[in-house]
Nanobody
Framework: EYQLVESGGGSVQVGGSLRLSCTAS????????MAWFRQAPGYEREGVAGIHSSGETLYAESVKGRFTISKEGAKNTLYLQMNSLKPEDTATYYCAGTDGYLPSVRLTASSYKYWGQGTQVTVSS
């Protein structure tokens, strides 16, 4: 079992930026796919951005052009750069990783085995 740990959440005003990080000791970032999900109170968990082992990325329509997912294998770190934040981006953000190879990047929660505890992002107007 790998434990993923998120950091970088916080409170920001509309239009602001945050960068989330996710680290996992021993996890093979270069081999597996990873993603960011979010969940707001009363809503289901939704996929925000995913990155395949090949580097291919996939974004939810609601964040395209504003969020960027990336990973740095040497540091075993996954990032989510969030710009032009909106109140509807307020949620707990989770990073997730697969336990095997996927043929393509996905934003379905069932594709991911390892999850972090989440970090809160609050965007106020």
């Amino acid at each position: 079992e790998y434990q993923l740990v998120e950091s970088g959440g916080g409170s920001v005003q509309v239009g602001g930026s945050l960068r989330l990080s996710c680290t996992a000791s021993g996890y093979t970032y270069s081999t597996y796919s990873m993603a960011w999900f979010r969940q707001a109170p009363g809503y289901e968990r939704e996929g925000v951005a995913g990155i395949h082992s090949s580097g291919e990325t996939l974004y939810a329509e609601s964040v395209k052009g504003r969020f960027t997912i990336s990973k740095e294998g040497a540091k075993n770190t996954l990032y989510l750069q969030m710009n032009s934040l909106k109140p509807e981006d307020t949620a707990t953000y989770y990073c997730a990783g697969t336990d095997g190879y996927l043929p393509s990047v996905r934003l379905t929660a069932s594709s991911y085995k390892y999850w972090g505890q989440g970090t809160q992002v609050t965007v106020s107007s």
